[in-house]
Protein backbone atom coordinates (compact mmCIF):
# COMPACT_ATOMS: atom_id res chain seq x y z
CA UNK A 1 0.00 0.00 0.00
CA UNK A 2 1.88 3.32 -1.26
CA UNK A 3 1.35 7.08 -0.78
CA UNK A 4 -1.49 8.65 1.73
CA UNK A 5 -3.45 5.64 1.84
CA UNK A 6 -1.15 3.08 3.94
CA UNK A 7 -2.13 6.14 6.55
CA UNK A 8 -5.57 6.25 6.65
CA UNK A 9 -7.13 2.78 6.16
CA UNK A 10 -8.54 1.25 8.70
CA UNK A 11 -6.48 -2.73 9.39
CA UNK A 12 -8.19 -6.08 9.11
CA UNK A 13 -9.98 -7.78 12.33
CA UNK A 14 -6.73 -9.68 12.92
CA UNK A 15 -4.16 -6.88 12.82
CA UNK A 16 -5.98 -4.98 15.13
CA UNK A 17 -6.78 -7.79 17.36
CA UNK A 18 -3.13 -8.94 17.27
CA UNK A 19 -2.21 -5.13 18.21
CA UNK A 20 -4.23 -4.99 21.81
CA UNK A 21 -2.95 -8.43 22.63
CA UNK A 22 0.34 -6.55 22.07
CA UNK A 23 -0.41 -3.28 23.84
CA UNK A 24 -2.08 -5.53 26.55
CA UNK A 25 1.04 -7.16 27.04
CA UNK A 26 3.09 -4.13 27.68
CA UNK A 27 0.83 -2.90 30.24
CA UNK A 28 -2.14 -0.53 28.63
CA UNK A 29 -5.46 -1.28 29.30
CA UNK A 30 -7.38 -1.42 25.54
CA UNK A 31 -11.09 -0.96 24.72
CA UNK A 32 -12.40 -1.12 20.65
CA UNK A 33 -15.26 0.61 20.15
CA UNK A 34 -17.44 1.28 16.67
CA UNK A 35 -18.37 4.63 16.52
CA UNK A 36 -18.00 7.57 18.85
CA UNK A 37 -20.95 7.76 21.04
CA UNK A 38 -19.48 4.40 22.50
CA UNK A 39 -16.15 6.44 22.44
CA UNK A 40 -17.54 9.20 24.36
CA UNK A 41 -19.12 7.18 26.75
CA UNK A 42 -16.55 4.87 27.27
CA UNK A 43 -13.73 7.88 28.40
CA UNK A 44 -16.78 9.63 30.54
CA UNK A 45 -17.04 6.00 32.20
CA UNK A 46 -14.25 6.09 33.92
CA UNK A 47 -14.00 9.19 35.32
CA UNK A 48 -15.53 9.95 38.50
CA UNK A 49 -17.79 13.49 38.71
CA UNK A 50 -16.08 15.77 40.25
CA UNK A 51 -12.26 14.79 39.33
CA UNK A 52 -9.94 17.70 37.37
CA UNK A 53 -9.30 16.30 33.76
CA UNK A 54 -7.16 18.12 31.46
CA UNK A 55 -8.18 17.48 27.62
CA UNK A 56 -5.20 17.89 25.53
CA UNK A 57 -5.28 19.27 22.29
CA UNK A 58 -6.78 16.62 19.88
CA UNK A 59 -8.59 16.48 16.94
CA UNK A 60 -9.67 13.10 17.94
CA UNK A 61 -10.95 14.41 20.71
CA UNK A 62 -13.39 17.10 19.80
CA UNK A 63 -14.71 14.99 16.58
CA UNK A 64 -15.69 12.62 18.94
CA UNK A 65 -17.66 15.05 21.55
CA UNK A 66 -15.30 13.52 24.27
CA UNK A 67 -14.02 17.39 24.40
CA UNK A 68 -17.26 19.08 24.65
CA UNK A 69 -18.16 16.89 27.58
CA UNK A 70 -15.31 17.45 29.00
CA UNK A 71 -15.29 21.17 29.33
CA UNK A 72 -18.35 22.05 29.24
CA UNK A 73 -18.78 24.24 32.14
CA UNK A 74 -22.17 23.02 33.51
CA UNK A 75 -20.54 19.13 33.15
CA UNK A 76 -20.06 17.35 36.38
CA UNK A 77 -16.12 17.21 35.40
CA UNK A 78 -13.65 20.33 36.65
CA UNK A 79 -11.89 21.65 33.56
CA UNK A 80 -8.08 21.98 33.98
CA UNK A 81 -8.25 23.80 30.47
CA UNK A 82 -11.36 25.72 31.63
CA UNK A 83 -9.16 27.12 34.08
CA UNK A 84 -6.12 27.22 32.49
CA UNK A 85 -8.04 29.84 29.70
CA UNK A 86 -8.83 32.16 32.30
CA UNK A 87 -4.89 33.03 32.64
CA UNK A 88 -2.54 34.81 30.92
CA UNK A 89 -0.17 32.73 28.46
CA UNK A 90 2.36 35.36 28.36
CA UNK A 91 2.68 35.90 32.00
CA UNK A 92 1.36 33.17 34.01
CA UNK A 93 2.56 30.15 32.03
CA UNK A 94 4.02 28.14 34.94
CA UNK A 95 0.46 28.22 36.84
CA UNK A 96 -1.13 27.04 33.70
CA UNK A 97 1.25 24.55 33.59
CA UNK A 98 0.72 23.05 37.60
CA UNK A 99 -3.01 22.87 37.01
CA UNK A 100 -2.89 21.09 33.70
CA UNK A 101 0.07 18.90 35.66
CA UNK A 102 -1.97 18.15 38.63
CA UNK A 103 -5.28 16.70 36.63
CA UNK A 104 -6.22 13.57 37.83
CA UNK A 105 -6.32 12.54 34.12
CA UNK A 106 -5.03 13.51 31.30
CA UNK A 107 -6.92 12.83 27.95
CA UNK A 108 -5.53 13.24 24.28
CA UNK A 109 -4.51 10.97 21.57
CA UNK A 110 -1.24 9.26 19.48
CA UNK A 111 -0.18 9.28 16.01
CA UNK A 112 0.46 6.10 15.54
CA UNK A 113 0.60 2.41 17.24
CA UNK A 114 3.07 -0.06 16.36
CA UNK A 115 2.08 -3.56 15.63
CA UNK A 116 4.12 -4.73 18.71
CA UNK A 117 2.68 -2.06 21.13
CA UNK A 118 4.05 0.65 21.15
CA UNK A 119 2.39 4.76 21.37
CA UNK A 120 4.22 7.51 19.38
CA UNK A 121 3.44 10.75 20.42
CA UNK A 122 4.43 14.28 18.37
CA UNK A 123 4.45 17.25 19.75
CA UNK A 124 5.34 20.97 18.71
CA UNK A 125 5.96 22.41 22.63
CA UNK A 126 5.82 19.17 24.49
CA UNK A 127 2.81 20.75 26.51
CA UNK A 128 1.11 17.35 26.85
CA UNK A 129 3.93 14.88 27.35
CA UNK A 130 4.97 15.17 31.03
CA UNK A 131 1.39 13.99 31.99
CA UNK A 132 1.54 11.06 29.65
CA UNK A 133 4.78 10.24 30.99
CA UNK A 134 4.54 10.68 34.40
CA UNK A 135 2.34 13.07 35.91
CA UNK A 136 -1.23 12.27 35.26
CA UNK A 137 -2.04 9.16 37.76
CA UNK A 138 -4.41 8.47 35.07
CA UNK A 139 -4.02 8.72 31.41
CA UNK A 140 -6.95 7.89 28.53
CA UNK A 141 -5.47 8.25 25.15
CA UNK A 142 -7.97 8.09 22.01
CA UNK A 143 -7.75 6.91 18.55
CA UNK A 144 -8.45 6.01 15.45
CA UNK A 145 -7.30 2.47 13.96
CA UNK A 146 -6.01 3.91 11.38
CA UNK A 147 -3.36 4.86 13.34
CA UNK A 148 -1.82 1.24 13.46
CA UNK A 149 1.24 0.70 11.97
CA UNK A 150 3.42 -2.21 11.79
CA UNK A 151 7.04 -0.97 12.72
CA UNK A 152 8.41 2.17 14.53
CA UNK A 153 9.68 3.10 11.43
CA UNK A 154 6.27 3.28 9.93
CA UNK A 155 5.32 5.12 13.28
CA UNK A 156 7.94 8.23 12.82
CA UNK A 157 6.73 8.43 8.61
CA UNK A 158 3.56 8.44 9.42
CA UNK A 159 4.29 11.23 11.70
CA UNK A 160 6.45 13.21 9.50
CA UNK A 161 4.44 12.93 6.39
CA UNK A 162 0.62 12.75 7.28
CA UNK A 163 0.01 14.32 10.87
CA UNK A 164 2.51 16.92 10.95
CA UNK A 165 0.95 18.14 7.43
CA UNK A 166 -2.56 18.28 8.96
CA UNK A 167 -1.56 19.37 12.13
CA UNK A 168 0.62 22.11 10.39
CA UNK A 169 -3.16 23.57 8.47
CA UNK A 170 -4.53 23.45 11.94
CA UNK A 171 -2.05 25.60 13.67
CA UNK A 172 -2.11 28.22 10.56
CA UNK A 173 -5.58 28.30 11.24
CA UNK A 174 -5.59 28.07 15.03
CA UNK A 175 -2.45 30.41 15.82
CA UNK A 176 -1.56 31.82 12.31
CA UNK A 177 2.30 29.78 12.44
CA UNK A 178 3.24 26.72 11.59
CA UNK A 179 3.66 23.49 13.74
CA UNK A 180 6.69 21.58 13.88
CA UNK A 181 7.89 18.01 15.55
CA UNK A 182 9.48 19.87 18.82
CA UNK A 183 9.48 16.39 20.46
CA UNK A 184 8.77 12.53 19.71
CA UNK A 185 7.76 10.48 22.65
CA UNK A 186 7.22 6.29 22.12
CA UNK A 187 5.56 4.82 25.10
CA UNK A 188 6.54 1.20 25.31
CA UNK A 189 6.03 -0.27 28.89
CA UNK A 190 3.34 1.08 31.45
CA UNK A 191 2.55 -0.12 34.62
CA UNK A 192 -0.66 -1.84 34.04
CA UNK A 193 -3.93 0.03 35.13
CA UNK A 194 -2.46 3.73 34.46
CA UNK A 195 -2.89 4.12 30.76
CA UNK A 196 -6.17 3.40 29.37
CA UNK A 197 -6.41 3.21 25.17
CA UNK A 198 -9.93 3.45 23.30
CA UNK A 199 -9.76 2.57 19.94
CA UNK A 200 -12.08 3.59 17.45
CA UNK A 201 -13.02 1.37 14.35
CA UNK A 202 -12.68 4.67 12.46
CA UNK A 203 -10.81 7.04 10.32
CA UNK A 204 -10.28 10.10 12.85
CA UNK A 205 -7.73 12.66 13.84
CA UNK A 206 -4.18 13.05 13.06
Do not use: C
Not at 150 to 170: G, I, M, N
Amino acid sequence: MDGEARFTTLPDEQTLTATVAALEEHGFGVEVVDDFESARQSVLKRIPHGSPVMTNTSATLRESGIEAAINDPDGPYVSARNKMMTLDFQTQQQEMKAIAGQADYALGSVHAITADGTLVIASATGSQLAAYVWDAPNVILVAGTQKLVPTLQAAHERVVEHSLKLEDVRAQAAYGQHSYIGKLLEIRQEQPGRIHLVLIRQNVGF
